[in-house]
């Protein structure tokens, strides 16, 4: 069983956090980088996960990180904030978290990351020599489709049950595959993949099954084909649709018995492969075309997982584009970059036909073509996403983004200037903007029930910069635990 470090200040997410992973591990938590550091350092202490909150009092998460990582060097490292700020999250993958998670998080979600992290401590501890960089698969996604994709990934992946996974080209078929490998008990096992399109015909049977030495002309060694290779393990079929008829019987005949001979051989061999195939073809139509022989589908779709293209989950259109920013940005030495607000609006009325691996393009393309800027705008995004954005404006001037942005910043609402009105006698500027500030405090902490970190995130603020306006503005916590504070309408 894995065990987890919570460092985290927050008293009542301290107790959340114990409570959620009680079952599935051991954990303890600490409230300071101090107390974390002092836990590490003792001989008979070991972690494999530590959850780091980057708003730490004193000395702060990020700087925490290389501390951790020093002592622990297999540690496995997942940094919360609740600030959605593209910087944070790249300096804090610069400086070695493995993740990094936006609060409030999802449950489920959440779980899902310490799994991947649990799995990926294994590997790490495992290879001595060399450590092996194992292929993070969250797959992104707070939309409904792709929260039900997620549970149903969490619910069949301990099985070895065969998976078709259907979606147009670019949905992420190989990462949902990774995933369902990652949280299988095959993870340790090889993960093997092939795209079946990309391979020619009369070579395709070879790279599955391999061949003796002599099976042919130019056989000069015996080779391992795929299946082998992934034997233990997981066989990702890529483009299954394209695969002809007489390769697609052999097929069947290894999904059916778990056996296969390689070219040239009579010799059997057993194989203990779980099968993961993928297409973005309707596999009935080429049934009925006679193209893709029925008795193969039925095997393969046992468990079917369908992938639904972007524009139908624009909600998560935004959160995929700042993490491949983020992941771009840090893996090149770039500027933190953002994206305003014109370049959110028109990135969430396109329909990427290309879906999730032309959205990756994109934000790759932009964060090398807007070089030392931080800030990416509309003027600055690929021109099929501008005209797009411009036709739409002409026939529907309504904004969009706000229909589809979650757990985001809002676009500011405007100001009624009306109410801005300065009195003749004029006002003392600073006294007037100090008492607006500390009402849009004391509000957001009535609206959350004193929770500062909920608070917090209603201003799209740091919680370390929220608890220090709340000093200098006078805002005690005898104050806000008093019996009038939550019916006053001014505090």
């Known amino acids: 069983m894995a065990r987890i470090l919570f460092v985290e200040d927050e008293p009542h997410l301290q107790e959340l956090l114990l409570v959620s992973v009680m079952d599935l591990y051991e954990a303890e938590v600490v409230s300071s980088a101090e107390e974390a550091l002092a836990l590490l350092s003792k001989s008979n202490t070991q972690f494999d996960i530590a959850v780091v909150d980057v708003g730490l009092p004193k000395m702060s998460g990020l700087d925490l990180i290389p501390h951790l990582l020093n002592i622990s060097p297999s540690l496995v490292i997942i940094s919360v904030s609740a600030t959605n700020r593209v910087d944070l999250a790249v300096e804090a993958m610069k400086r070695g978290a493995k993740d990094f998670l936006l609060k409030p998080f999802d449950l489920d979600k959440f779980l899902n990351v310490l799994t991947l992290a649990a799995i990926y401590s294994q590997n790490k501890k495992a290879t001595k020599s060399k450590e092996k960089e194992v292929v993070s698969c969250q797959i992104m996604g707070q939309s409904p489709p792709m929260q039900e994709i997620l549970q149903q990934i969490r619910t069949v992946a301990p099985f070895n049950s065969t998976i078709l996974i259907t979606g147009e080209t670019g949905t992420g078929k190989e990462l949902v595959a990774q995933t369902l490998h990652l949280q299988s008990t095959r993870a340790k096992q090889p993960f093997v993949a092939i795209n079946c399109a990309a391979i020619p015909e009369q070579l395709l049977e070879d790279e599955l099954f391999g061949h003796i030495k002599g099976a042919f002309t130019g056989a000069q060694n015996a080779r391992e084909g795929r299946f082998e290779q992934a034997n233990g393990g997981t066989l990702f079929l890529d483009e299954i649709a394209d695969m002809n008829l007489a390769l697609q019987a052999k097929l069947l005949r290894v999904l ?8 040239g ?3 059997t061999i057993d194989v203990d492969v779980r099968i993961v195939a993928a297409t ?4 009935e139509e080429r049934i009925q075309q006679g193209a893709f022989r029925p008795d193969l589908y039925y095997r393969l779709n046992i468990i079917n997982i ?8 624009k909600e998560d259109i935004l959160n995929l584009a700042e993490y491949f920013l983020v992941r771009f940005c840090g893996n090149n030495a770039l500027p933190t970059k953002t994206l305003a607000a014109d370049a959110q609006e028109a990135l969430v009325c396109y329909n990427w036909p290309g879906n999730v691996r032309q959205l990756q393009n994109a934000m790759e393309r932009v964060a090398i073509l ?11 995004l690929p021109k099929e996403v501008k005209d797009s954005f411009e036709f739409a404006a002409k026939v529907s001037p309504q904004p969009v983004l706000n229909s589809y942005t979650n757990n985001k910043p809002q676009l500011s609402k405007p100001i009624n200037k009306s109410e801005l009105l300065l009195p003749e006698e004029g006002l003392n500027f600073d006294s007037v903007v100090t008492e607006i500030e500390r009402e849009l405090l004391c509000q957001s902490l009535r609206k959350t029930r004193g929770n500062k970190m909920q608070a917090a995130k209603l201003l799209n603020m740091k919680r370390t910069t929220f608890v220090e306006k709340l000093k200098r503005l006078g805002v005690s916590d005898d104050l806000i635990e008093s019996e009038d504070f939550f019916t006053s309408k001014s505090a």
């Not at 059916?256 to 070219?263: A, C, V």
């Not at 369908?306 to 989950?313: G, I, K, Q, S, Y």
């Open 256 to 263: 059916q018995e778990r056996k296969f001979e390689k070219l």
């Open 265 to 267: 051989s009579a010799k």
């Open 280 to 283: 973005s073809a309707n596999l």
């Open 306 to 313: 369908h992938l639904p293209p972007v524009r139908e989950r």
């Open 370 to 380: 807007t070089c030392e800027n931080t800030v990416i705008r509309f003027k600055d």
